[in-house]
Each structure stands twice: as structure tokens, then as C-alpha cells.
């Protein structure tokens, strides 16, 4: 005799602990067995692109900051190529040099954060405020620099909108010092953790092929064995300068592509990060970081395209210019928008938990998807 | 303990209602105590400090936070089936409750001297269950439906080796009774269950391996018959919002929250009788040697409690840095692992016993 069931639907979201913002899926369940699941997106939709053509190429850069609030150095980086390709102008050097340092430690601040949240969403509470104490003291050094703590304004169209103060390469160089060693204290603490294994392991692989044909980017991608990484190849401002590798799943724990994978590839980004800054900071140039910043930015008619490596995958931006001082159109291409369209493909056929697992291994921010 | 009320007051009744009452005079300073533990332990693992501004150290925190839950708006959601709603956290409270009428806290102190302690604690905790599921399925809420699911199958999974294992100590010691078992171990602490019992020998050296399996399957399963971390399924946060209790606000959640704690207190005093002799004192009593006899109870609730409750912050240092199991894991480990361990760990130590 067969137990007639039947099939519920969740509503996980808007108003839950680890959709990561205000993003609500719609789980099909059967018992805790997920059939289907469905995303929801759109609570919160500012208007980004629409806004930015009713102000001048400056004004937008603060807009950028909101996109990924938790790689806001990255986004205005993104911008800022984007803007100086349309206008054609060269770069001082240090500026690029100061780019890539802040671009890197925000990077660092974004994995801690993606990877504090991911422990959270397994239910390991500690590991997540150990990486936060750590966050705050790369915000620290940014808030010395330019004044903010999490939304910056700092890399403009051709330039900086401060100098790095006198103390920078010593924080900089402290920081790296303090932060190596607290990488093996997680990975004690968390990452080599039999329940936390057991929990992400073989959980929503994501096959290299389906990745690629998602178009997914970033950690997501890497975590699946793909070997793709704009700074190495498609380097953008002077990432061709410096050493260092890009870390790729390789199924440590279980098949290549899945949850632990995406999260071992997001540590490992970190101590390659940490490389990249290392190499940097004793060759920042003098000069002044304001000297390239246009007076008046108006860039001649003609579209422009570039794509940088955010912490979350590739972000994009196509700029339409009409030759005024205001942008015709911006197109930004949100990786945590492509990577989110996955999780109906890996999802299915998991637990109700592994949902939360699932989520948090692709690490989104709906600050950018919703935009 | 029965007696001496009766005979001081005089009336069946009311001797019966403050005998009732006693317990509640342990709980509710324990529960904060708990509380405050748990939040000052998980704080310091943490690396933060924890409740600050209330009183020393924020001592007083516990007392804030219980004026606020009072002051709070007892919420019912239309539909919730507000019969068992309403029933459901005095349901799950009163499970948790009754376990203190058979907890020794001395040799002068019982609340209830039943010949069947252990059976009494087994069965009454099972209590629980019945409330969680009532409260998961009056609310009326997937997430607590999801919740009381899950706790169900978990507690009633988990009775079977943490029952194991008690039968193997009752193999040994031979008595039901929980003050027995206590007093089986008295005088130092080599004469605890967990180093083999009070009679030197063979038996006591070939036990001592086995009682540490015991011991160890007992208190996993105790986590998660009280839904700890790594066991908290039930209550899931970062899954199930809240498990059973999303719906429930003000009084009838703390009341689930002091059934938890209370909960959490009975397991730890279980295992603390079973293994580590109770209230039994493990350098000898002060007041043996000073000649005061009246001095020795106190002592034995002193070390009852301090054991009690060094299980209790084992348990929350366990949740803060652990992370969750999954449901299926869970009862994979105990089917698969728990289980058998705990019978094989049983026959073994029904040979020993026979030596």
C-alpha cells in the first residue's frame, strides 16, 4: 500500500536568516525532499541603470558602491575602467598600484564575510565572528584612507579621491602579517570539520559544462575545475605584473563542483590575494593620484564594454555614450545575478538544509542582482 | 523528604503542593544561571564580551530580559489551532518538570524516592516530544511543521541508545532507583561508574574501557534529546527560522526556552548519576570530618549541581563551535553507529558482569 503524500510549498524568504539579503525562493517539498526551487527576485530594485543616465559619469560612481556593498572598491574599479576606456586616457601609475591594493584587500574582506555567512548557514556561529573581527580591520584601513567603511566613493574616473595616508603600507603590511596565520585557525575551526564536510561535500555539484553554459563566473565557476580568472586572462589595469595562481575545485572532499569546493576555492583566493598585495606594496610610485581625474568628463559618442574580477565573479559594465556629459545608457552585467540562476539546476533533489548549503556556496548579494 | 514535610505541617495537601513547588526553586535560579553561562561562554569563545551593561559584568541581563519577555504581546495567529497552541509550551514545560521529582539532589533530598527513578526519567521526558509536535502543528506554520517533525523522529530515535546504555548500568548496579546508583559510588571519585564502580577487582579494570563508550554514546544522544548543536534541528535557525516555536511569542516561548534549559539540566544530571557518582562528594565530605552531619546534604547538592551543570557548559561549548548535522546524517548516526555500539557495549559489559 503507498502512502499517499503530497507536496508543499515553502515560501523561504523574503524575511528568513540565510537567504542572504531579501531574496525569497520558492521550494516545491515533498516531506524535506526539494523538487523544485524557484527564485524570487526584485525586493530590492533601486533603479540603478535608470538612474544613472539622468546623471553625469562622476555622479554614478557612488551608485556602483550599492551594487555589490560588499565590494564596493571592486564595483568602482569596474566603473572606472569601463569610463576611462570610452575616454581613452592613460592612468598614473601609483594610482593603478593603489587600485589593485584596495581592490584585493576588499576582495579579502568579501570571501571573509562570504565565508563567515557560509559557516553560519551550517550552523557554526564562531567562525563567522572570528573572519568579522578580522573585516573590520581591513575597514579600518580603508576608513583611514577615504573616510567609509563599507560603501567607499574612493576609485574615480581617472583617478582617487584621496591619497593613501602616510601609515598605509605599515597597516597594510601588519595586516597581512596578523591575518595568514587566523587562515589556518579557520581552516582548523571549520573547514577541515568532519560535520562541516559531511554537510557540504557532494552537495550541489555544479558540473564544469553546466557552469560554463550558465555563464557562471568567480568562485563559482573556479570551484567547478574551470581555470578562468579575468585578472590572468584578460588582464585588465596591471594585474599582468604580479604572480600568483588561481585556485580551481578539485573535489578534495568528494566530486569537483560542489559546496566545499566553491567554499576551499574562496580560501584559497585569499592567500592569493594577500600574494598580489604583497608584490604591490613595496612598488607603489610617486605622483599624485589626482593628476589624470578629467576636469570636464564627456566622453566622445561610441559604447564601451569591460568586465573586472569581483570577489563574486565577473562583473561587467557596457556604457552607451551619446556624447554628453551624461551616460545614454549603463548595462551592468551582475555575476551574483548569473551565478544565483543556477540554483534551480543544483538544487533539486537535495535537502530543505542543503538548500541553505547551496545558497550560501554561491554567495550572492542582492544588492547587485536586483540592482 | 515526603515525610519530614508532612510532619512539620501536618496536612497531606499542602505538603504535597510545596513538595511540588521545590523543584521550581532550583529551576529558575539554575535557568538563569544557564542563560547568563550561555551567553558569557559563547561570548569568550567568540572572542567578544558578551552582556556588559546590566549589573556586574551583565549579571543582571537575565532579569531585563525576563521583564521584556513578560511585558510582550501574546501573539495567536488566526488560524492556528489555539486549543493545543496554547497548550503545547505547559505540555512541553511540564515533561521537562517532572524529571526533577526523581533527581537525587542528596541523601536528604528527593523529591519522589520511586523504587523506578531511571524507568520514571526515561518515560517522562518523552513528554517533551508531544509537546513540540502539538506546538509545531497548532501553529499552523510549514516551518514549525517541518520543525516538530524533524524533533519527533529525533528524540524518540535517540531514547534507544541513550536506554542502552542505561540498561547497562542498571546490569550493574542492579536497582532502578537513582539515590541507590548515587550511593553504589560514594567515597572517591575511582569509585565512580565511569572508572568501573566501588568494588575493586577485576570486573572494576575490565569495565573502565566500556563505561567510557557508554558515557560517550550517552551524552551524544542526550545533545540530541535536547536539541543541542550539533543535534538542533529542530529549531534549525538558519533553515527553519525558528523550528516549532517560529509562532510563538512572550510567555509561551519562554516557556519553551525553560523547558530547554531544564531539559538540558535533567540529561546532564542523568549522566551525571550514572557515571559520576551523583552527589556523591569524590575527596570525601567535610562535614565526615568535622563531625557535623548536618553539613554533609548541603555538600552533596553543592557537588550535585556543579556536576550537573559542568555537563550543562560542555554542552554549550559544544554548540558554539560545532556546526549542524543534517536530519538524514543524524539518524544515520544513530541507527548505524549509536546503535549497534551501544548493544554490542552492552552484551560486553553483561559478560563482564557475570565474570
Known amino acids: 500500500m503507498a502512502i499517499r503524500t503530497e507536496k508543499m510549498t515553502l515560501n523561504m524568504g523574503p524575511q ?82 593603489i587600485r589593485v591594493i584596495m581592490n584585493e584587500l576588499n ?33 579600518d584601513i580603508f576608513e583611514k584612507t577615504c573616510g567609509a567603511r563599507l560603501l567607499y566613493n574612493y576609485i574615480w574616473v581617472g583617478g582617487l579621491s584621496h591619497d593613501i595616508h602616510q601609515d598605509f603600507v605599515k597597516d597594510v ?80 572532499h568528494g566530486t569537483v563542483g560542489d559546496s566545499w569546493d566553491r567554499y576551499y576555492v574562496r580560501m584559497l583566493e585569499m592567500e592569493q590575494s594577500l600574494r598580489i598585495i604583497e608584490q604591490a606594496i613595496d612598488n607603489i610610485p610617486d605622483g599624485d593620484v589626482q593628476s589624470a581625474i578629467p576636469k570636464r568628463i564627456k566622453p566622445p559618442a561610441g559604447t564601451a564594454y569591460t568586465r573586472v574580477e569581483n570577489p563574486k565573479g565577473e562583473l561587467g559594465f557596457f556604457i552607451i555614450s551619446d556624447g554628453s556629459v551624461n551616460p545614454a545608457r549603463i548595462k551592468v552585467r551582475a ?35 536586483d540592482r | 523528604m515526603h515525610e519530614i514535610l508532612n510532619n512539620l505541617i501536618g496536612n497531606e ?17 539554575y535557568v538563569m544561571l544557564a542563560v547568563y553561562l550561555e551567553r558569557k561562554v559563547a561570548a569568550h569563545i567568540q572572542d ?32 492556528n489551532d489555539k486549543k493545543l497552541f496554547n497548550l503545547a509550551p505547559i505540555l512541553t514545560f511540564a515533561g521537562a518538570y517532572a524529571a526533577y521529582a526523581v533527581l537525587p539532589f542528596s541523601s536528604a533530598y528527593i523529591g519522589s524516592g520511586a523504587e523506578v527513578g531511571v524507568f520514571f526519567l526515561v518515560a517522562i521526558s518523552s513528554l517533551v516530544v508531544a509537546g513540540i509536535l502539538m506546538g509545531g502543528w497548532s501553529s499552523n506554520n510549514k516551518y514549525s511543521l517541518l520543525g516538530a517533525m524533524r524533533s519527533a523522529a529525533q528524540i524518540v530515535s535517540y531514547e534507544i541508545p541513550s536506554v542502552l546504555v542505561i540498561l547497562s548500568i542498571v546490569m550493574i ?123 554533609v546534604p548541603i555538600e552533596q547538592v553543592f557537588w550535585f549541581c556543579t556536576k550537573g551543570i559542568l555537563f550543562v557548559v560542555v554542552q554549550i561549548w559544544l554548540r558554539w563551535t560545532l556546526p549542524r548535522v543534517r536530519v ?5 548516526l544513530c541507527w548505524k553507529y549509536l546503535i549497534p555500539y551501544a548493544l554490542v557495549n552492552l552484551i560486553i559489559i553483561g559478560i563482564i558482569t557475570l565474570i
Open chain 1, 173 to 252: 603590511k601588519a595586516y597581512i602579517k596578523y591575518f595568514r596565520p587566523i587562515m589556518d585557525e579557520v581552516n582548523n575551526l571549520l573547514s577541515y570539520n568532519k560535520i562541516f564536510i559531511e554537510r557540504t561535500a557532494n552537495i550541489g555539484v555544479l558540473p564544469a559544462d553546466v557552469a560554463l553554459n550558465y555563464g557562471a563566473s568567480g568562485p563559482v565557476l573556479r570551484g567547478s575545475g574551470v581555470k578562468w580568472d579575468l585578472r590572468k586572462n584578460d588582464p585588465y589595469s596591471i594585474y599582468d605584473r604580479f604572480d600568483f595562481d588561481i585556485p580551481v575545485g578539485q573535489g578534495w
Open chain 1, 16 to 97: 528568513h536568516p540565510s537567504t542572504h539579503g531579501v531574496l525569497r525562493l520558492e521550494l516545491e517539498i515533498e516531506g524535506e525532499l526539494v523538487i523544485n526551487v524557484k527564485p524570487h527576485i526584485g525586493y530590492l530594485h533601486r533603479c540603478f541603470e535608470k538612474h544613472a543616465e539622468a546623471m553625469t559619469y562622476p555622479q554614478v560612481v557612488p551608485y556602483t558602491d550599492r551594487l555589490d556593498y560588499l565590494a564596493s572598491m571592486s564595483n568602482n574599479f569596474g566603473y572606472a575602467v569601463a569610463v576611462e576606456k570610452l575616454l581613452g586616457i592613460e592612468i598614473p601609475e601609483r594610482v593603478e598600484y
Open chain 2, 328 to 332: 538524514d546524517q543524524l539518524m544515520a
Open chain 1, 335 to 369: 555575476p551574483s545575478f548569473v551565478n544565483l540562476s543556477l540554483i534551480g539546476e543544483i538544487c533539486r533533489g537535495h535537502l530543505v538544509a542543503d538548500i541553505i548549503a547551496i545558497l550560501g556556496s554561491l554567495d550572492i548579494v542582492l544588492g547587485e542582482i
Open chain 2, 48 to 79: 567578544r564580551l558578551g552582556p556588559m551593561r546590566v549589573g556586574w559584568h551583565g549579571s543582571l541581563q537575565l532579569i531585563a530580559d525576563f521583564l521584556k519577555l513578560v511585558q510582550k504581546e501574546d501573539i495567536i495567529a488566526d488560524n
Open chain 2, 173 to 295: 548496579t542492579g536497582t532502578l532507583s537513582l539515590a541507590e546508583m548515587s550511593d553504589m559510588q560514594t567515597g572517591y571519585f575511582w569509585n565512580w561508574m565511569i572508572f568501573g564502580g566501588a568494588e575493586i577487582g577485576l570486573t572494576k579494570f575490565l569495565l573502565i574501557p566500556f563505561m567510557f563508550i557508554a558515557f560517550i554514546i550517552i551524552y551524544i544522544s542526550s545533545l540530541a534529546e535536547v536539541n543541542r548543536t550539533p543535534f538542533d534541528m529542530p529549531e534549525a535557525e538558519s533553515e527553519l527560522v525558528a523550528g516549532y516555536s517560529t509562532e510563538y511569542s512572550g510567555m509561551k516561548f519562554a516557556m519553551f526556552f525553560l523547558a530547554e534549559y531544564a531539559n538540558m539540566f535533567a540529561v546532564s544530571a542523568l549522566v551525571t548519576i550514572l557515571f559520576f557518582g551523583g552527589y556523591q562528594s569524590p575527596f570525601g565530605y567535610v562535614g565526615n570530618l568535622l563531625g557535623i552531619e548536618w553539613l
Open chain 1, 107 to 139: 576582495r579579502i574582506a568579501s570571501h571573509q564575510v562570504a565565508l563567515g555567512t557560509y559557516g553560519l548557514d551550517i550552523g557554526a556561529f564562531t567562525p563567522f565572528l572570528y573572519l568579522f573581527r578580522d573585516r573590520e580591520y581591513i575597514y
Open chain 2, 13 to 29: 495537601i499542602i505538603t504535597f503542593l510545596i513538595a511540588a513547588a521545590l523543584p521550581l526553586v532550583f529551576i529558575v535560579p
